[in-house]
């Protein structure tokens, strides 16, 4: 009887021991002829399209299997339509991660009833980098800084949707720093904006500093009004003043954090919390090894796009530390984004 035990026991540890080996094979093998969908909330030309096409060239050479990466515009309410597709439509086996503006973050704890999603329940890949953005006007204005900006009446700027972070920065230069600026709505993204502006539809705009043409960035036809970040790309004035230097008391410098937080997680991309955890891990190695790649950085270097990646947890916990701010300063910033 005790050699049967013992023969039971090792046949229970074999089986074990197989089963332990073949799992991650599944997962390994599970790309292997599939593609990979990358799909980005806004139209193409913007920096979150360029961000996901740069990524798209490099991550499946580091994904078992290689599958095929594609790039998929799904532009919709700032974003918003591309979070709910891969919610409720796309499917939940990891073929499908998405990239949206980070601004919904925060707007999700500021209105929640209009964008009614917890970024903490979704499976968090990583973040190329941080955002930096500026506000700024066009050169004909003749505006050198925020100060001389407050002395103009009536100034548009483009608006894509409300919740966006041009949205959010937008509305801090008009309710926290008092200038007199006017939101135009109707543009699909960020391109579509700059083309305004270059027409003179619009006199200025706020978004990411990666997304500024180069051009006009060399023929000075823009001037930025503040940094949203304590950090100086190497194509920025220095002279550009930090946002939270240019506010007026501690209140306002607490209000303006919770409202850019979430920038900190600038280039974001999830995937369903439904995808198995396995692939998770293979998507996140994946990404975690493509924002390191050499050549990835020399590409992101050509077009200027920032990189200071977060990879799967970290970029979760930045999540979870914007719904801990506290209530006394979300309800403060609320009245910001909803004035």
């Not at 050479?61 to 990466?69: K, L």
């Not at 591309?82 to 209105?111: C, E, M, W, Y």
């Not at 503040?226 to 607490?254: E, H, N």
Request: overall charge neutral; some cysteine; charged content about 20%.
């Amino acid at each position: 009887m005790k050699l049967v035990g013992l023969r039971m026991a090792a046949s229970v540890l074999l089986a074990g021991i197989a089963l332990a080996g073949i799992r991650p094979a599944v997962a390994q093998d599970f790309y292997k002829g599939k593609t990979l969908t990358i799909i980005v909330g806004f139209t193409p030309g913007g920096g979150f399209d360029l961000n996901a096409r740069l990524l798209a060239r490099y991550i499946g050479n580091y994904i078992p299997g290689a599958p095929t990466v594609i790039v998929q515009n799904m532009p919709g309410a700032g974003s918003l339509t591309s979070v709910r597709h891969l919610q409720a439509v796309a499917p939940k086996d990891g073929t499908v991660i998405t990239t949206f503006n980070f601004g919904l973050i925060s707007q999700s704890r500021l209105t929640p009833q209009k964008v009614p999603l917890d970024f903490r329940k979704f499976a968090w890949i990583g973040s190329i980098s941080q955002d930096l953005s500026v506000c700024y006007v066009w050169h004909t204005l003749g505006v050198k800084d925020l100060a001389d900006l407050k002395t103009h009446k009536n100034l548009h700027f483009g608006l894509t949707v409300v919740g966006a972070n041009e949205d959010i920065q937008t509305r801090i230069l008009k309710s926290v720093f008092g200038v007199d600026v006017h939101q135009v709505s109707g543009y699909p993204g960020s391109a579509e904006e700059r083309l305004a502006v270059e027409r003179g539809e619009l006199d200025g705009g706020c978004g990411a500093w990666s997304s500024i043409p180069e051009e006009w960035i060399n023929k000075h036809l823009i001037s930025a009004m503040y940094r949203s970040a304590d950090i100086v790309p190497p194509d920025m004035s220095p002279d550009v003043p930090y946002m939270l230097d240019l506010a007026a008391t501690d209140r306002d410098r607490d209000v303006i954090r919770v409202l850019v937080s979430s920038g900190d997680v600038g280039r974001p991309y999830i995937a369903s919390p439904a995808v198995p955890a396995d692939r998770i891990k293979i998507l996140r190695d994946a990404f975690g090894a493509a924002v390191k790649d050499p050549h990835f950085a020399a590409d992101a270097q050509k077009e200027r796009l920032p990189v200071s990646p977060k990879v799967g947890e970290e970029a979760a916990k930045t999540v979870a530390a914007i719904y801990a701010a506290p209530d006394d300063v979300v309800a403060a910033a609320r009245k910001v984004v909803t004035q």
